[in-house]
């Protein structure tokens, strides 16, 4: 990831204001992966890298069903697991992440998901962002986890500049008010996808415009 123009940073007070606004419109933000259960929400974070959601949701609808368990999964078969997910990018690589973490959390935790940084990374496929969306959802850590939408909306915004996810991250850590970190990625990385797009930001309609340091701002498109 490549940040944008270097941008002023803004200042802690303005970082709250933006995470009040952010909660007076949606106090409780959710994620948009589908799960059932601890290990059904590892399973589609990490099937979820350069992916969407929503793909990510109808192939693994009818995985989930047949294998809502390490030990399920397992059985599946490396071949059992590319079958649901052939629709995925990269599904071969991840169908035998997929099948190997599994076993490790059978070897390892006794079929459980670890509420554990290390352990979570030390799974295959799991780097940073994935054990942190776990963290965050699962274990109710305060973490953060740094995608393409956050990083954008943290450099373009002025919220959080930097030039690497993990700076990204550490900056938010500084800036994001303690009452709202659990709930600061999830904001951050919705209003990326909806609102701060990555070609053409929609500035007319976003409720934080007044502290974002995104200039020029986009207007209404004509006719609109």
């Not at 990831?1 to 933006?18: E, F, S, T, V, W």
């Not at 009040?20 to 106090?27: K, Q």
């Not at 059904?40 to 990490?46: I, Q």
Request: charged share 25%.
């Amino acid at each position: 990831m490549a940040a944008a123009k270097k941008i002023k940073p803004l200042n802690r007070a303005d970082a709250a204001a933006i995470f009040t606004r952010f909660h007076e419109i949606d106090p409780e933000p959710k994620g948009e992966l589908d799960y059932i259960n601890a290990f059904t929400l590892l399973v589609a974070v990490v099937l979820s890298a350069q992916a969407t959601d929503i793909g990510v949701n109808k192939a693994t609808k009818k995985l989930f069903e047949l294998a809502p368990s390490p030990a399920a999964m397992v059985a599946l078969g490396v071949e059992g697991i590319e079958r649901h997910i052939r629709t995925i990018g990269l599904f071969r690589g991840k169908a035998k992440n997929v099948f190997a973490l599994s076993q490790l959390l059978l070897e390892r935790h006794g079929g459980d998901v670890p509420g554990d940084r290390q352990a979570l990374e030390a799974l295959p496929g799991v780097g940073r962002k994935t054990a942190n969306v776990v963290l965050n959802i699962w274990f109710k850590q305060p973490t953060i986890a740094v995608d393409t939408h956050l990083f954008r909306v943290g450099n373009r915004t002025g919220l959080a500049p930097g030039k690497t996810p993990l700076e990204v991250e550490k900056v938010l850590h500084k800036q994001v008010p303690e009452r709202f970190m659990l709930h600061a990625h999830h904001w951050l990385i919705l209003h990326g996808r909806y609102i701060c797009k990555a070609r053409k930001p929609e500035c007319w309609r976003c409720p934080i415009a007044q502290w974002c340091r995104f200039e020029p701002k986009t207007p209404l498109p004509r006719g609109a």
